[in-house]
């Protein structure tokens, strides 16, 4: 009967648990966040290190109209 004595503990802990939850959840969703903007800003470093030639590209038809 003593462990009955004090039924609002196990709420409390319940309720430690659910707010331990959601911090990991909101902690998980800023990681992603971050390595979704390190990727993007690494694939836009990489697009701006090949740039174009300066002179245009020839391009020749492999089939000529008659």
Not at 11 to 25: K, Q, Y
Not at 35 to 64: D, N
């Amino acid at each position: 009967m003593a462990a009955d004595s004090n039924p609002a503990r196990g709420t409390f802990i319940a309720a430690l648990a659910t707010v331990a939850r959601r911090i990991t959840a909101l902690l998980g969703m800023a990681v992603i966040v971050g390595l979704l903007l390190i990727l993007i800003w690494r694939v836009y470093l990489h697009h701006q290190s090949r740039m174009p030639p300066e002179e245009p590209a020839v391009v020749r038809l492999g089939s000529r109209a008659t």
